[in-house]
């Protein structure tokens, strides 16, 4: 049996790289504007990416630990839009929302960074190195192996305990080892007179920072990641019925939320980045607004004109 699906999968391969193909044909022939100008966001994003970077590497100041912390956001978010392109223009629409998904949390997060300064910026630096060296130190402690060696992760274990006992010891009840535990000191009180504090989860960095408007998008987005019943359901069938392939269907419903979340992360991530706003800001400043409006733009663009002016006004 496996030998005859392997056969017919080769006969067949022509015909679904040729219906693959037209799907992708009628995505870009519907949004064709609006590919144009996520394109020139993408680029716009991957430019200020590189003015970050060198700026970054060129100064050393107690602003350091912002710049470096929304440098890896801003390099992150980068890669996440361009997946999501791909998968938007393949059809694939259910993977592009999950990928959004993670672009509105490094949207928030920037915007936490950013508004919070540098003590905040050096917990979720320190925080990611605690966490990722504690996920490879475990991976190869049941496998014997890794992308790290042995020596060097003795020598991150070292770092890593030596950073949360700092941490744990300045803080009462401090969930710093846990999930978003590098926002715990930015939580409020769980109750008046508390000394213990709410814990911090991406719901409570939304309310934070202001951004609970995708709230309901982004459950809707979480079943699809996590593929709960809802989320099973929505990807398994369209209006036309059973889905086994690319589709042309909701490509605008997630274009839509991704050019808003992105203007939003480069606003946090090249504003927030300098702590006046000298010449180099300025210019900074500028590019993070035309790409605004480029993403102002696309929004309108990717929005059906019967629904444009009801739809605009409630995305932007």
Do not use: C
Not at 36 to 59: C, K, N, P, W, Y
Not at 117 to 125: D, F, V
Not at 202 to 222: F, I, M, Q
């Amino acid at each position: 049996m496996a030998e005859d699906i392997l056969a017919f999968s080769k006969e067949e391969h022509a015909k679904r790289d040729e219906r693959a193909l037209g799907v992708r044909r009628q995505i870009e022939d519907e949004w064709r504007e609006g590919w144009e100008l996520f394109d020139a966001v993408v680029f716009s994003a991957q430019q200020s990416g590189f003015l970050l970077g060198t700026r970054s590497s060129e100064i050393d100041d107690e602003y350091s630990a912002v710049r470096l912390a929304l440098l890896a956001i801003h390099v992150t978010a980068v890669s996440t839009l361009q997946e999501i392109g791909v998968l938007l223009r393949a059809g694939f629409w259910a993977g592009a929302s999950g990928r959004w998904r993670s672009l509105h949390e490094l949207a928030v997060t920037s915007r936490v960074v950013a508004e919070y300064g540098p003590h905040i910026a050096q917990r979720y630096l320190d925080h990611g190195f605690i966490v990722q060296t504690r996920r490879l130190v475990e991976f190869y402690k049941r496998h014997g192996r890794g992308p790290v060696g042995q020596d060097e992760l003795q020598h991150r274990q070292a770092e890593a305990d030596r950073l949360v006992s700092v941490y744990v010891s300045n803080e009462v009840r401090g969930p710093f080892h846990m999930e978003y535990g590098w926002a715990a000191t930015l939580m409020p009180r769980a109750k008046k007179d508390s000394s213990v504090r709410i814990r911090p989860t991406l719901v409570e960095l939304e309310k934070l920072v202001g951004a609970a408007e995708d709230r309901l998008l982004v459950t809707s987005a979480h079943g699809i990641v996590h593929v709960d019943s809802a989320g099973v359901m929505a990807v398994a069938f369209a209006d036309e019925g059973m889905v086994l392939g690319p589709t042309p269907a909701h490509i605008a419903a997630v274009a839509r939320p991704t050019m808003r979340s992105t203007s939003i992360l480069m606003d946090s991530t090249i504003l927030g980045s300098e702590p006046v706003l000298d010449d180099h800001a300025m210019v900074m400043a500028l590019n993070a607004a035309a790409t605004a409006e480029l993403a102002m733009r696309a929004i309108q663009t990717f929005t059906p004109i019967d629904d444009r002016e009801g739809r605009v006004a409630s995305d932007t």
